[in-house]
């Protein structure tokens, strides 16, 4: 991970943003630490620089998931099932993405604990990431109300941001994040592309190494052969087959599920 490279990258995305206040937005993202903060305690990118190329990344993925809308690139579509479900400004994938996570700024700490170093047997203390949040403002929505308290969003900007964390089990969240995709559809292309970005592509001080299929093929184990049911019948050949087969439903040998115990006290549950 080369910081540098991975600093000039964000700057240069961020400098095709050209609304108002994005300078101010920017003068607070050099001042925080969104350039050094991990982007996990200990899950994804847990390192120095971790915030930056998680951001990097989800920008990737979200590019790949949608559709130039034409070249050189002004705006995307998202395609659904063969179906434009919306046309989204460069700009806005450019927001969106790089700054889905921004809430992360002030959010980390640094501890020490033990841990025992195998070579020499003795107990060292190390560092590690804690969360030590400065702004406890929630995740999605303190990073739409950071952005948004520099430079102008958009609607779908804002809702996209706010909701890309997506469904938790709790129902309220869930109704309003079905809502939201129902009003603005790349909310799940942003959801999509931050786990695919933290799932697949990252590991925990590092992205993973690039994809090799030849290696993945070489890795798969060998498939033993099925074997024939008990109850299978030979195969036809193509003269004995006239026409699709249905079964007489009198020759299934349907199974049923044995019965429930009852309850000591001879009732239902």
């Known amino acids: 991970m080369d910081k540098k490279e991975l600093i000039n990258r964000f700057e ?24 050094t903060a991990p982007a996990s305690t200990k899950y994804h990118l847990s390192c120095e620089g971790g915030l930056l190329q998680h951001s990097l990344n989800v920008l990737d993925a979200l590019r790949d998931i949608l559709t130039p809308a034409d070249m050189p690139i002004t705006k995307w579509y998202y395609t659904v099932a063969g179906r434009t479900a919306a ?9 969106m993405a790089l700054l889905h996570d921004i809430c992360k700024t002030y959010f980390y700490g640094i501890g020490t604990r033990n841990v025992k170093n195998e070579q020499t047997g003795k107990w060292e203390k190390a560092p590690f990431y804690t969360v030590n949040d400065k702004m406890p403002l929630g995740h999605g929505a303190k990073s739409a109300m950071i952005a948004k308290s520099y430079m102008e969003l958009t609607s779908m900007e804002m809702y ?4 890309h964390m997506g469904f938790n089990g709790n129902s309220e ?3 309003c994040v079905g809502l939201a995709i129902e009003k603005y559809p790349v909310i799940l292309a942003l959801q999509t592309a931050d786990m ?26 060998e498939q033993p052969q099925a074997k024939a ?4 019948k030979a195969k036809p050949n193509q003269e004995q087959v006239q026409e699709t087969q249905i079964p007489d439903f009198d020759d299934i040998d349907f199974q049923e599920a044995p019965p429930l115990p009852t309850a000591p006290n001879g009732g239902n549950g």
């Open 160 to 163: 996209a941001i706010w909701w």
């Open 12 to 35: 240069s995305e961020m400098a095709k943003v050209t609304r108002p206040g994005v300078d101010k937005l920017m003068d607070y993202i050099r001042k925080s630490d969104f350039y």
């Open 229 to 232: 049911h008990p109850k299978a």
């Open 173 to 175: 969240n869930d109704i």
């Open 87 to 95: 046309v989204i400004p460069d700009e806005s994938v450019t927001i």
């Open 196 to 221: 695919q970005a933290a799932r697949i592509v990252e590991a925990e001080t590092g992205n993973k190494p690039t994809f090799d299929e030849s290696t993945v093929q070489n890795q798969q184990p």
